[in-house]
């Protein structure tokens, strides 16, 4: 990390674990039927393995599948079209999927995600992200299940990065550099 940037903390680890376990709680009282969960990567890769780890805590059993999907590349804006850069294998045919992405912010990638899904035959698709930020969203598609709101700041850290800098972090922040006011 640069001498010129640093990370200001918005969510510690232990606020994401503590929301992560209720999320999982959250999706266990809807009721999934042949569940799978269907992570968006490479951002949701940290909460995704938690969020798993938490399910299976609160007594549920899914499969697991990844998605990349990308629509920023090296960017810190979407470039408005998503690409399948790694598709799933499984069948989604008459099984309850829950979408599993890092933030929601434009809406594009994960209302992309969902209907594709859908046209595959899916039950039902849910989707479960760790933020939402409201004042971004494009396309409407609302997240299910929802770890937190977030402010309109661009975030990294637990899976999320600038540049593929920043994702080994545990806990969420904003990157703010050397001379800027908080």
Do not use: N, W
Not at 40 to 49: C, D, E, R, T, V
Not at 131 to 139: H, T
């Amino acid at each position: 990390m640069s001498g010129e940037r640093q990370v200001e903390v918005l969510y510690k680890e232990a606020a994401i674990a503590e929301r992560t376990m209720a999320l999982a709680t959250e999706i266990a009282k809807a009721e999934p039927k042949d569940l799978l969960v269907v992570a968006i990567l490479k951002g949701s890769f940290m909460f995704a393995a938690d969020l798993l780890r938490a399910m299976h805590r609160v007594g549920l059993e899914p499969h697991v599948e990844f998605f990349h999907l990308s629509s920023y590349r090296e960017a810190t804006v979407s470039s408005g079209t998503v690409t399948i850069l790694r598709d799933i294998e499984s069948s989604v045919k008459d099984r309850d999927v829950v979408l599993i992405d890092d933030i929601l912010e434009s809406g594009r990638t994960l209302a992309f995600a969902k209907d594709l899904l859908a046209a595959r035959g899916a039950r039902r698709v849910l989707i479960g992200a760790l933020l939402a930020e409201r004042g971004k969203r494009e396309v409407p598609v609302h997240a299910d299940f929802v770890g937190f709101d977030c402010p309109d700041v661009f975030v990294v850290g637990y899976g999320m990065d600038v540049a593929h800098s920043y994702r080994e972090l545990s806990f969420i922040g904003r990157v703010v550099t050397k001379g800027e006011t908080k």
